[in-house]
């Protein structure tokens, strides 16, 4: 499986990249959440109900996908029926109806508690209940997926056919009926896939294909807008796409390596991808991002361990950042990001 292939180099990665934060507590509009650990954490994704955040750990014995509550600040692993389970789970995405989480548990590992043999599901690709942790439906053979706009339309992204830089197909899978359809291609071996597909409240994609971001519109599955690369030779990556809550500003991370150290900075585009802002530059590696469904906050992850972050774009830089985006791109709405 390709997770086992890239397991070695992403733990690299991250040795790499955990002595290259700098604290950015101090800045105005930045807030932060200590969770007295040393963990690494990347794919936060917040529940559209504002309650919880889910989030990987990267690079640690604890390996694996956690909720955080964010009211009380207690958080906890999703599930540990075994320790390749754990090790080798990856996402998750949230449901329309914050109960459900949709991840990758490799088919071969997931067994029965206390009955490894036994398989719960033979597929990759599972929901689990947000709050016991326990399987709901497994339904495809695949390397990544997301939750679409609505409740029962799951987006996926298929398998490797076992070739560097082959592209796979994404689907748009019904868990109702069943039916599915393709909606693009990606790269299922590349680490950024997997916090590298959104989809927005409105229906539209957003998915890498290696160097670009591109965007679908999920009903008529035409291509609506492309965000591309400065240049496709120098060291750049585009990843963890996240849309506003009204779909109509699309956040995303574009990092770089330079002078052996990489850094991320946060850009905000149009959602067919035709303009973009000033960046937010952190000065920091930067793993992922997303947005609270207030509208009006940003939250992310750095290779700092334990630190969860968080962007008010009502003040200091955050305000900056939209203000600039807002500028250049004419947005309509110049108050605030829900237009009121």
């Known amino acids: 499986m390709i997770l086992k292939k890239y397991a070695v180099l992403f733990l ?25 650990t040393d963990w690494v954490m990347s794919k936060i994704a917040a ?27 207690n958080y906890y692993p999703v599930q540990k029926d075994n320790d390749r389970i754990w090790y080798e789970a990856r996402g998750a ?26 398989r719960k599901t033979p597929f990759d690709i599972v929901t689990i209940d947000a709050k016991s942790g326990d399987i709901i439906y497994g339904f495809w053979d695949g390397s990544y997926a997301t939750w679409g706009s609505n409740q029962d339309e799951i987006i996926i992204l298929d398998n490797d056919i076992g070739k560097l830089d ?38 539209l994609l ?12 999920l009903e008529s599955g035409e291509q609506t807008g492309k965000i591309k690369l400065p240049s496709a030779s120098d060291p750049y990556t585009l990843y963890s796409p996240a ?16 002078d052996g150290q990489m ?8 959602s067919e991808g035709s303009c973009q802002g000033d ?10 991002i997303d947005w609270l469904p207030d509208g009006q906050t940003l939250v992310f992850s750095t290779s700092e361990p334990g630190k969860i972050y968080f962007l008010d774009l009502n003040r200091g830089v955050g305000k900056e950042l939209l203000e600039s985006f807002q500028n250049e791109c004419t947005y309509e709405s110049k108050s605030t990001i829900n237009g009121e």
């Open 243 to 258: 849309w506003s809550p009204n779909g109509e500003i699309i956040a995303y991370i574009r990092s770089k390596i330079e």
């Open 93 to 118: 995405a949230w449901s329309p109806d914050s109960t459900s989480l949709v991840a990758l548990y490799p088919s071969s590992v997931v067994g029965a508690p206390g009955q490894p043999w036994i």
């Open 279 to 288: 960046p937010l530059k952190l000065e920091t590696f930067i793993r992922s």
């Open 47 to 73: 529940s559209p109900n504002g309650a919880y955040l889910s989030f990987n750990v990267v690079g640690n014995e604890d390996q694996g996908i956690y909720i955080l509550e964010i009211e009380n600040e």
């Open 166 to 203: 082959q592209l796979v197909p994404i689907y748009q899978y019904n868990t109702s009926t069943g039916s599915y359809k393709k909606v693009g291609e990606g790269y299922s071996n590349h680490i950024d896939v997997y916090d590298g597909l959104e989809v927005s409240s409105t229906g």
């Open 263 to 270: 850094w991320g900075n946060i850009y905000f585009s149009t």
């Open 12 to 36: 690299i990665l991250h040795f790499l990249l955990i002595g290259c934060s700098s604290s950015i507590e101090k800045l105005e509009g930045v807030s932060s959440l200590d969770l007295e």
């Open 206 to 217: 957003a998915y890498f294909d290696k160097k670009n971001l591109i965007i679908t519109d």
